[in-house]
């Protein structure tokens, strides 16, 4: 086995303008040369075309946070696949966590959603957590289960091989309280070994897992060093372009 890559992943929610996007990948640049590991950043829908453009051919991925299961039709607002991937996503965040809370989607929904991406070519993030009530109640597991078994239901082994799995406890997310890295390194376990069940060890245990939720250059060396912690998903860290490079650097090792 080769040396382990790591994702460095931003997601900048609703944040940024395209011009903002391309002043910031301009600035990155430079930073990342060097880099082993996976730079990616999910950004609004705006910025996609031209941060692909001044992305194409570096250390940098551009993705979405969001795409629609239609490759088109009536559906004012939304997006769809060919759309992202003419624009230059070459990956998609699917069922954050945001969405699944204030926009309603549900685990059958983001099951059509992760099809779709996957037909696209478009690499799926699929992300998933529980809530601290959830968790509280002793239903982390299960909850989890839930989320990863039907959004991944009928997706072939031969498919799990473009796929990505992002942890993100609801009760972490925006709220500087991240997971310990004990805690998230045993929900990686877990989620290892639901994915070796899906898509048998090989396939299944070899499934990249972040984890997102309140990461910051102060504890993001704890995760990394974990064994089951494939990178890290990274929401307000990464709009400061300092303390993202910061996050980059120390995700080297
Ligand atoms: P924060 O890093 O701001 O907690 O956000 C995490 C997240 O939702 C990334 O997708």
């Not at 929610?13 to 880099?35: F, G, N």
């Not at 990956?91 to 991406?117: C, D, P």
């Not at 699929?126 to 597991?141: H, K, V, Y």
Request: hydrophobic letters at 40%; charged letters at 25%.
């Amino acid at each position: 086995m080769g040396k382990r890559k790591i994702y460095v992943v931003g997601n900048w929610k609703m944040h940024k303008t395209s011009r903002d996007a391309v002043d910031y990948i301009e600035k990155l640049l430079p930073h990342v040369k060097e880099t082993e590991n996976l730079i990616c950043l999910a950004v609004p829908f705006t910025s996609i075309a031209l941060a692909s453009e001044k992305a194409e051919g570096t250390r940098i991925a551009i993705g979405a946070q969001n795409m629609h299961d239609a490759t088109e039709g009536a559906f004012t607002g939304e997006i769809a696949g060919p759309m992202l991937k003419e624009a230059g996503a070459s990956f998609v965040l699917l069922g954050h966590s945001e969405r699944r809370h204030i926009f309603q989607e549900t685990n059958e929904w983001i099951h059509r959603k992760v099809h779709r991406a996957l037909q696209e070519g478009i690499l799926p993030v699929l992300c998933i957590g529980e809530t601290l009530e959830e968790r509280l109640e002793g239903q982390t597991e299960e909850v989890l289960k839930k989320q990863l078994v039907t959004a991944l239901e009928g997706v072939s082994e031969s498919q799990a091989e473009h796929l990505i799995v992002a942890y993100e406890p609801v009760w972490a997310i925006g709220t500087g309280k991240a997971a310990t890295p004990l805690i998230a390194e045993e929900v990686h376990l877990f989620c290892r070994s639901v994915l070796s069940e899906l898509f048998g060890k090989k396939i299944g245990g070899g499934v990249s897992i972040l984890y997102g939720g309140s990461v910051s250059p102060q504890n993001v060396a704890g995760f990394i060093k974990e064994k089951n912690i494939d990178g890290v998903l990274v929401g307000g860290a990464s709009l400061n372009l300092a303390t993202f490079v910061q996050l980059i650097e120390l995700c080297k090792k």
